[in-house]
DNA sequence: CTTTGTACTAACAAAATTGTTTAACCAAAT
DNA sequence: ATTTGGTTAAACAATTTTGTTAGTACAAAG
């Protein structure tokens, strides 16, 4: 009654923010705490104040941020009256934009499963069941529209695992391809968008039917 | 003239061995060096005293690491006399077997430059220029056959990055599509066959030139 | 047989990092 | 005015992790 939620302490959510940047951008165990508190403008017995310990802290950003990724997964998924292929493109395309919203969110939860596999059970177990029943959804439209000629025959989750590739990779490797590629990719909107068209391309080429 | 280069001290080789697997999995801060020794079977005063510091010990992993990017990279690209299609999915082919031999290098070292972009200007200058070359190659092979009409014309640079996204990206998630993917990724080497069969499946309907 | 240098161990020291405590401040409620 | 409870700073304590040192063993060279 007398917490004033709306603000929630300033200090806290300047913390939250602050080592949500250092942990997105070291890990864990790259991250220090007193670092995060002087990010924050914090004294770093505030940090502990708030959340006891830096692992409770991380808690709090990383179950956060699994949740994005899990909705991120998702976005290739629309439910909608229109044609399969249009939705199929349009998914490509939000999927592609809210990436590019959030774009050192996939590596970070990959990093973190991949180094802390044990934890994150729950996660899954969670999302596996949204997964599994979109999954099946397209599948059988896939598999109608296929039989109608309309489209190519594919596997659902490989026309999944294709579309998040082709989204997510170019941001996960960015650092590394951008000094590569200096001139395509140095004017950084522009390519986006160049490169959202070309993931579209792919995925619309790749769900052609081949001529007879 | 009295050192035996062939056995390296076997204690040497060790230690090497298990700070690769320990930094792979961990990441420079999250390995620590008693663990490493103890994987080793050393005392960890054995591993300064062979690699004076974590760090230098880091070193001479992460360049060895970073090489073999370089490496697994331009096998995308063949040189042959066979017609540029044939080529263009041997080198995919290539490349992912390359990777799947290797299947942590990706992740290690995307995750290594974006925490510690300052360093590893030099390995990017090194392989900026080979790169450069046999991208500018490569387009000109494309203009080639996408004139004689051979193939749909393409960015020799967003073929690459379409290459290399399916082809990576799959072990980079790996550990978080096997559970979703339950059924599809049992038969671990099943998976792989089928996944490099649809990645080349795409690349080539990428390049077939669009009916008029 | 002594010297020399490398490989090695165990204990120790130093540094870095996390976590705690004490006490002060301030606003609101009693 | 006084109490109460949340917030803060500064100093301190504990733990973890890295790095060093002093000394042993042993093999090869002189």
Known sequence: MDKID?????????ILQAAEEEF??????????????????????????????K??????????????VGNIMLTV?????R?????????????????AAHPDLPRFVIQEIYTHP???????????GIVDRLLGDLQRQIDRSAAAGDMAWVDARMLFLDIISLNIFSFICFPI????????????????????????AVIMKRLKRTEA
Chains 1, 2 share one sequence.
């Open 77 to 81: 998924f629309v439910s909608d009256d």
């Open 6 to 14: 709306s603000a929630k302490s300033d200090t806290e959510q300047r």
């Open 118 to 128: 044990e934890r994150h059970e729950m996660m899954r177990s969670q999302i596996s």
């Open 24 to 53: 997105l951008q070291k890990g864990l165990e790259g991250a220090r705490t007193t670092t995060i508190a002087e990010r924050a403008g914090v004294t770093h017995a505030m940090l502990h104040y708030y959340f006891r310990t």
């Open 83 to 99: 044609p399969l292929i249009d939705r199929i493109k349009l998914g490509v395309e939000q999927h592609f934009d809210f990436i």
């Open 177 to 200: 391809i951008k000094p590569l590629l200096g001139e395509l990719t140095a004017d950084e909107k522009g390519f986006l968008e160049k490169r959202k068209a070309e993931n579209v």
């Open 55 to 68: 692992g409770m802290l991380f808690e709090r950003i990383i179950s956060e941020k699994m949740q994005q």
